[in-house]
């Protein structure tokens, strides 16, 4: 079954520390996506990418970093430079440039951290 | 620059009862795209509908329905005889159709609460 599979699903990190979250889709999809989500405010773009070895920032990207080193995967580090990383985190896909298109999202990985 | 506005932060209602949910954008493309997506409480966002600027013939499917209005600038989304199923929070968002990068503006979400 073609999808996004994200992981993992729970991630509880100590204070100081850098996580890498997992974003891996087998759609063949061109553009892929970070958001964070946090309760009421919907969800905010971190990075997205729309070709292999490009990436461009988005609206909260200060304390996370990319890469997209193969088409199929876009992991995400969170840095320990982000002061607030305790959220909910969703990667997307989408096929093509045009607008025309639906997102597909991945289940999330929510990030606590202790 | 594209704003999506859902002003309804949580509806409560009771099963079998119809909802509305309310969805009001701005943009400056000619061309756009507006979305519905359904976050359950398991995460995963899930496509519902997409209708481009051009369509605004209204949409059914089951107990969905969509009402796009352009004069109103709003894409608002029924659902008819609401079961507890339909708990979820359900996001609008946009996408111009100008070209470029496909970068989405999503409102804030509207939590619909069905109690039995």
């Known amino acids: 079954d073609g999808g996004i599979t994200q992981s993992p699903k729970y991630l509880f990190r100590k204070e100081g520390q850098n996580v890498t979250l997992s974003c891996e889709q087998n759609?063949?999809?061109?553009?892929m996506y970070w958001y964070r989500q946090d309760p009421g405010q919907g969800l905010r773009l971190i990075y997205y990418?729309?070709?292999?070895?490009?990436?461009q920032k988005g609206d909260i990207a200060e304390g996370y970093s990319v890469s997209r080193e193969k088409k199929e995967s876009f992991p995400l580090t969170v840095t320990s430079a982000q002061k607030n990383p305790t959220a909910f985190y969703l990667c997307?896909?989408?096929?093509?440039?045009?607008?025309?298109?639906?997102?597909?999202f991945g289940p999330g990985t929510r990030l606590t951290v202790l | 620059a594209q704003k999506v506005t859902q002003a309804q932060t949580e509806i409560s209602v009771v099963e079998k009862e119809d909802v509305t949910l309310d969805c009001v954008y701005e943009?400056?493309?000619?061309?756009?795209?507006l979305f519905w997506y359904k976050q359950p409480p398991s995460g995963e966002l899930v496509f519902l509908i997409r209708?481009?600027?051009?369509?605004?013939q209204n949409e059914i499917s089951g107990r969905y329905s969509w009402n796009f209005q352009k004069s109103t600038s709003s894409f608002n989304f029924t659902i008819t005889a609401s079961q507890v199923v339909d708990s979820a929070v359900y996001f609008c968002?946009?996408?111009?159709?100008?070209?470029?990068?496909?970068?989405?503006?999503f409102g804030r979400g509207t939590s619909l609460i069905v109690h039995p």
């Open positions: 997307a896909s989408l096929t093509s440039l045009a607008g025309a298109n639906e997102q597909f």
């Open positions: 759609l063949n999809h061109d553009a």
């Open positions: 990418s729309q070709i292999v070895n490009d990436f």
């Open positions: 943009t400056r493309d000619t061309t756009y795209y």
């Open positions: 209708r481009n600027s051009f369509d605004e």
């Open positions: 968002a946009l996408s111009g159709g100008s070209g470029g990068s496909y970068i989405p503006t």
